[in-house]
């Protein structure tokens, strides 16, 4: 169901047109031109609403979905959608350098005017959600300030009342997400918040916890709080999906040291309380060991089940996981029933962006650890996995070769190589030798349907 409809543009056409987001006049925008008049109405509006000869600069969000200067949603379901513009004021006198300005512009009988300009907080936008309650009910935009010298940015939650913005709530984040935790249609808000408290010796120590507030009768109110991992250092990716079986949950992939990451899950348990489903230490529940690894940070669905998977990676038998090369398997990892339990392995070719999962028969079924290896051929650009005997010179039958080349030339190619994947100009091919005799074998529609190449790994 599309309850929410938002239309973004201008970034790309600006990043392809050279010009530097935020520093540009307001008569120098670019844009589509299906959207062009459109787009210059609304400049127009917000110039005439502003006092003349008023320079500003258009402010483009740093992170999220919505990176435009103008971001449209029908704020108020009279199905017609409103502009959020964010702006700078530009050369402004006086020692306090500008802070971001939010415009809104209505289609009010035909023309767009604005209806309403009011200040944000510091001089960049994080993100901006949207969220609702109800299918008639009230349409929230979520706006994140980037706080870049304050400890932690800042949001608020505003609805459209009147033509006008009206902040319902506000607080400090580190991580801020919209979803629909309880499954009954509502968007609730999850924020991370970085609070200390007093250790025994009286020095602050960190205490950092997840909140979670719902809209109600007009207000917002807490449904539940839960602790974080303290020892994380930045939440480097969030993943939306399923834990466990239909209930929706947030994956949060921490970066914990230089190189190794770790896994919260934030849901609702048995019994609806807001919980972390690898770490309470309250409950005493700590399974963010089992989380924990190198190199691979971001939580992904690779099967696309819905249920999100947690990676963890070893070094491929005969690598040393030192080697300035080593090459890895990854395996993934599934909450399921309060337990964080093996799904199945791959690799992953993060310099590619594919993911092969390995055919449950590479895997021994006694002790879980890969029976194939892989070295990798820079010259042709190629992956070779074969069964592993001793170490990675004296190696047994080759199994399968990856390669990914330009797509039509294949001159390099003879008619061993099949096609896994074409996406675009690049085409991922594969080999097997006719000689594999062994129970490690694989077929072309097995390589064919292990291979993801859509899933962001990095
Ligand atoms: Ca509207
Ligand atoms: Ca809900
Ligand atoms: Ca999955």
């Known amino acids: 169901m599309n309850r929410m409809v938002s239309v973004l543009f201008l970034v790309p056409l600006l990043m392809l047109a050279g010009c530097l987001p935020g520093q540009m006049d307001a008569g120098a925008v670019i844009m589509p031109p299906m959207i ?68 809104i512009l209505s289609k009010e009988s035909g023309s767009w005017e604005s209806t309403d300009d009011i200040s ?10 949207f969220g609702y309650s109800g299918f ?10 980037a706080m870049p010298d304050e400890a932690e940015n800042l949001f608020r939650v505003y609805t459209r009342e009147d033509g006008r913005l009206k902040s319902l709530y506000e607080n400090t984040y580190i991580v801020l997400e919209t979803i629909d935790i309880n499954n009954d249609g ?4 999850v924020y991370i918040r970085n609070t200390t408290r007093q250790s025994s010796i009286d020095l602050p120590m960190s205490n950092p916890a997840a909140h979670l507030i719902k809209y109600e009768n007009g207000r917002f109110i807490r449904l539940g709080e839960t602790q974080t991992d303290p020892n994380v250092i930045e939440y480097v990716n969030i993943a939306k999906g399923n834990a466990d079986i239909n209930k929706n949950a947030l994956y949060l992939d921490g970066r914990v040291s230089a190189s190794s990451y770790n896994t919260q899950i934030l849901m609702l348990d048995e019994d609806g309380i807001f919980t972390n489903a690898v770490y309470s230490e309250n409950s005493g529940v700590n399974l963010l060991s089992q989380t924990e690894r190198i190199r691979v940070p971001r939580s992904v669905d690779v099967d696309r089940c819905g249920v999100i998977e947690i990676p963890r990676v070893v070094p491929l038998p005969g690598w040393d996981e030192n080697d300035e090369d080593a090459l890895f398997l990854t395996d993934w990892y599934e909450y399921i029933d309060g337990n964080v339990s093996y799904c199945f392995a791959s690799f992953v070719n993060i310099r590619y962006g594919y993911i092969f999962r390995f055919p449950p028969n590479w895997i021994n079924r006694q002790t879980g650890e890969s029976m194939v290896s892989a070295v990798y051929f820079p010259y042709d650009d190629e992956i070779v996995f074969f069964r592993f005997e001793e170490n990675l010179h004296n190696r047994g039958e080759e199994l399968l070769r990856i390669r990914r080349t330009a797509t039509n030339n294949d001159e390099y190619l003879d008619d061993d190589y099949f096609e896994i994947k074409t996406i675009g100009s690049i085409s991922y091919m594969g080999m097997i030798q006719d000689t594999v005799t062994s129970e490690l074998s694989v077929t072309r529609n097995m390589v064919i349907n292990l291979f993801a190449e859509d899933i962001a790994v990095s």
Request: glycine residues 8%.
């Open 36 to 103: 062009a008049i459109e787009q210059k109405e609304m400049v127009n509006a917000l110039r005439s609403s502003l006092p003349a000869g008023q320079n500003i600069d258009f402010v483009y969000p740093l992170n999220g979905e919505h990176r435009s200067a103008f971001v449209l949603s029908d704020l108020n379901k009279d199905r017609n959608r409103e502009a959020i513009v964010f702006y700078r004021v530009r050369g402004a006198p006086g020692p306090e350098p500008t802070q971001i300005r939010i415009n």
């Open 120 to 129: 944000g907080e510091g001089m960049d936008i994080d993100k901006v959600m």
């Open 136 to 145: 008639y009910g009230e349409q929230f935009v979520i706006i994140g300030f």
């Open 186 to 189: 509502d968007l609730e808000i």
